[in-house]
């Protein structure tokens, strides 16, 4: 449904949007994740038809749509949904109807089922500026799928939502989303949102797309160190692969050998990428499975969310994801000693071009 | 000051006795500037959002001169449409010299600066994500700016009120274009000068009370719908 291929798209700024190609089915959501100013939105309304690259083809419902007579068309397909809801100073019943209205069609029962969607039936006289920012991000879903779109273009649309809210409207949009049968692309800056949502993740940066898969894999398997970094791989070490036995991997980085399960070779440039919630630690010296085990010390402890990242000196620097009860339990603070470990399985090879 | 309060009141028993002449007059100024405003407003206010929001060159260029415009001395544009519709100016063919359709020209001309340069100033001031909202939801450019102004409708009937305060007050240019005919383009802003003129000034302000309680009159019903939506703060 949606179908492109070298879009090219630049600014006066110097930024440039470099997309080889994608494509997403009817039913399946593609979620885009990356930093700041990486060109998720530009790609956004690009695809909105709001933004025309300027080479490049664009294939949206088997049309062209750079071609300037599917336009009106195929933006009466599709629907988007910003960050901010951008409703108007009318009821929230007008505000869900404002699309059919400007195709000129009048659907009480169309407008009713999407109001039901999203729980917001109750709120139909409401004047839409009297809203929670919740109940609004729920009125400008329910306008976006009062039409039935077969595309929807989603940028970061729960960015100002607290946790609570998002969670919500992110389990009812899923199943909306799933019983909708649109092709879904989605714009984000969270990992969490993303993974809610998605069949597909796409990682951009600097303009480009990185790397796109499955989102377990993704995360587990970065292609370059970009993605490992911005996908939440703390640990990053350059190194060279030395021997292999099976798969099994020795990889020496210059201040200690690791063991890593890879397709890599021997002289092999690499990088050795270890999640956090990968490692563990221990007080003591006890023996375990992980073939990979390094004294060290507590440099720092942050919390993160609901957890704690515990950076270790090891010779090199290892990051941990603790919870609370492991930091209160083991006497966790800077300058204490301890053991971190993790698998031959758990860590992850990047091939570094030299 | 004696003659003051005496004009105030032979003013009033003038207006309240009936007179024929005198309303036909107010209703002329009051039709003259009505229509000139809402011509001005038909064209002024989709040409702003146009300019507003579309790329093009000369774009600022051409903010400017609007803006300028908005200082366009009546007697200026009355002069100038005198010599377009004279018999043997380039709009001469109209006829419309000495006549209520030439001073709703005039005061057209006049207001369209004004009512554009605000309209274009509020539709600037229009979120460019609402816009591309408005255009995603499936509406044509058209219809995306009716939705604009429709946000934006305390900005533009800003614009219409001070475009008709300015028409309803204006004396230069239906002056010199309406040429102050008994019965025919006499409005009451052009009679109130003669009558000064004249020394007659207990009709002078007669006429000066009823442009005023017309010009109030008209504000306030524009303001009433300025104001019914606003919330309260």
Redesign the interface.
């Known amino acids: 449904m949606i179908k492109l291929s070298g879009l090219r798209l630049g600014y006066d700024t110097g930024f440039r949007l470099e997309v080889d190609s994608f494509e997403i089915c009817g039913g399946e959501v593609l979620a885009v994740i990356g930093p700041n100013g990486a060109g998720k939105t530009t790609l956004l309304n690009a695809l909105a038809l709001l933004n025309p690259p300027s080479s490049g083809s664009l294939e949206l419902l088997g049309r062209d749509a750079l071609a300037p007579e599917n336009k009106m068309f195929l933006r009466r397909e599709m629907s988007v949904v910003f960050s901010r809801p951008y409703l108007t100073n009318d009821t929230v019943e007008k505000n869900v109807a404002l699309p059919l209205a400007l195709r000129g069609r009048g659907d009480a029962a169309a407008v009713d089922e999407a109001l039901e969607l999203f729980k917001i039936r109750h709120l139909k006289s409401r004047s839409a500026k009297t809203l929670s920012q919740g109940e609004a991000h729920r009125a400008a879903l329910a306008r976006a799928f009062v039409t039935k779109p077969k595309l929807l273009l989603l940028d970061e649309p729960f960015a100002s939502l607290d946790a609570r809210v998002k969670d919500a409207i992110c389990r009812d949009l899923r199943k909306v989303v799933k019983a909708s049968n649109a092709a879904v692309f989605f714009v984000t800056q969270d990992q969490g949102d993303a993974l809610t949502l998605c069949d597909t993740l796409a990682v951009l940066v600097n303009g480009r797309i990185l790397q796109r898969g499955e989102p377990q894999e993704l995360f587990a398997r970065p292609a370059c160190a970009e993605v490992a970094d911005f996908v939440g791989v703390d640990t990053i070490l350059p190194g060279k692969v030395a021997s292999k036995e099976d798969n099994l991997c020795r990889v020496e980085t210059g201040c200690c050998a690791l063991e890593v399960v890879s397709a890599c070779e021997p002289g092999d440039s690499v990088f050795v990428c270890v999640r956090p919630e990968n490692v563990s630690v221990s007080i003591g010296a006890e023996e375990n499975s992980m073939r990979n085990r390094f004294k060290g010390r507590v440099l720092s402890i942050e919390p993160r969310g609901l957890e704690y990242r515990l950076v270790l000196d090891c010779g090199f620097g290892l990051t941990a994801a603790v919870t609370k009860q492991s930091v209160e339990k083991l006497r966790l603070e800077p300058g204490r000693e301890l053991y971190a470990s993790f698998k031959a399985t758990a860590a992850h090879l990047i091939k570094r071009m030299l | 000051m004696g003659f003051i309060a005496e004009g105030f009141q032979k003013a009033l028993q003038l207006i309240f006795s009936g007179n024929a002449e005198l309303f036909a007059i107010a209703r002329l100024s009051l039709a003259v500037s009505l229509l000139a405003t809402a011509a001005a407003v038909l064209a002024g206010v989709p040409l702003g959002s146009w300019i507003a929001i579309k790329k093009f060159p000369l774009k600022k260029p051409l903010i400017a001169l609007i803006n300028t415009g908005m200082g366009l001395p009546p007697v200026v544009a009355g002069l100038v449409v005198m010599l377009f519709l004279s018999r043997s100016g380039p709009l001469g063919f109209l006829d419309w010299l000495y006549t209520p359709a030439g001073m709703i020209l005039v005061q057209f001309i006049i207001a369209l600066p004004i009512i554009t340069a605000l309209s274009v100033s509020a539709m600037q001031g229009v979120?460019p994500?609402?816009y591309?909202?408005?255009?995603?939801?499936?509406?044509?450019d058209r219809?995306a700016m009716f939705?604009c102004l429709?946000?934006l409708r305390l900005a533009v009937l800003a614009a219409v009120i001070a475009g008709f305060g300015r028409l309803v007050a204006e004396v230069g240019a239906v002056m010199i274009v309406g040429g102050n005919i008994r019965h025919q383009t006499r409005m009451l802003t052009t009679a109130t000068v003669m009558e000064t003129q004249m020394g007659n000034f207990d009709t002078a302000i007669a006429l000066g009370l009823i442009l005023l309680t017309l010009s109030f009159a008209v504000n306030f019903g524009l303001t009433l719908l300025q104001q019914k939506?606003v919330?309260a703060r």
């Open positions: 979120d994500g609402f591309r909202q408005v255009l995603t939801l499936g509406a044509s219809q939705i429709r946000e939506k919330p």
